[in-house]
């Protein structure tokens, strides 16, 4: 029996990029929960490089997808590279024969972060003239320029359907988010899934930026930062299947739609059972 608020998506073919790790894997457990087909995508593979040398894989993934009932199948694939995301789309198109839900959970702004210090020897909020702007040019690349190669890979075959969920993992920027490069990333991810819904609306497509709040991911686990973290990776993921089992989600087009918002619209919990409330600026950084 499916937990409280979390759809029927068993005739649903659903495509998650950057799934290896932290919410984007999350986003595919929920997904397989409610029974979906699950493509998950990433650079990270027991049979090739890991980024940042970290242990997961997005083979895991997929094994995560089936034990929560949904069917997984995995693609190596780096998001980054404009070829090899076009030909990833293309072999999901040959396999499935169309795309319902496309995700880019896609963000390597942290990559080499140990909670203190970034690679570049800055630490969280460090004055944007005190930096240079590789991180930035990074951020920038593996965030909102990921998020829309993805995009423009699978809406061809969603407007030809005339229909489809496409979804950019964020994060809420109503406030300044402490430190520049991150909130220039998630500022530009937000206004893509804007422009991106008004292009796509009068095909019937519907495209969005979702926002969880401070997440218990691996990497906050491992920097020793989790007590500060209040969500797990699922509570994102239940969000976005709620979104795609719902036959008003055109409403939500272009919106910055919050995980916290989502599970009291829609019922449904986090993994523990609870229900964590919105992330606030006044709260801890989001790093």
């Not at 980024?51 to 997961?56: G, H, I, L, S």
Request: glycine share 14%.
């Amino acid at each position: 029996m499916r937990p409280a608020g979390v759809p029927d998506l068993s005739g649903k073919v659903c495509l998650v990029a950057g799934a290896s790790r932290g919410v984007g894997r999350g986003i595919a457990r929920a997904l397989g929960e409610a029974g979906a087909t699950v493509v998950v995508t990433a650079r990270s593979s027991e049979t090739g490089a890991r980024t940042d040398q970290r242990a997961e894989a997005l083979e895991d993934t997929a094994r995560e997808v089936d034990l929560a009932g949904g069917r997984g199948h995995h693609y190596l694939c780096d998001h980054t590279r404009e070829g090899e995301v076009d030909a990833m789309v293309r072999w999901v198109l040959r396999r499935f024969g169309r795309i319902d839900v496309a995700v880019s959970s896609v963000w390597g702004g942290n990559e080499g972060y140990d909670g203190v210090r970034y690679p570049d020897g800055a630490a969280w909020g460090t004055a944007f003239w005190r930096r240079g702007l590789a991180p930035l040019r990074h951020g920038m690349e593996t965030g909102p320029l990921a998020g829309l190669l993805l995009a423009r890979a699978v809406a061809p075959a969603m407007v030809s359907a005339k229909g489809g969920l496409l979804a950019l993992v964020s994060f809420g920027t109503e406030a300044y988010l402490g430190d520049l490069f991150y909130d220039l990333a998630k500022s530009a991810t937000n206004r893509l899934a804007l422009a991106m819904a008004e292009e796509l609306r009068p095909h019937g497509v519907t495209a969005l930026a979702l926002a969880p709040g401070l997440v218990r991911t691996e990497r906050v686990l491992e920097a020793g930062m989790g007590g500060e973290a209040g969500e797990s990776p699922l509570y994102a993921g239940r969000a976005l299947a709620a979104l795609a089992g719902d036959p008003a989600v055109a409403e939500r087009g272009g919106q910055v739609v919050h995980v916290a918002d989502l599970a009291a619209a829609y019922g449904f919990t986090d993994e523990d059972g609870s229900r964590p409330a919105r992330w606030r600026p006044e709260d801890a950084p989001p790093q």
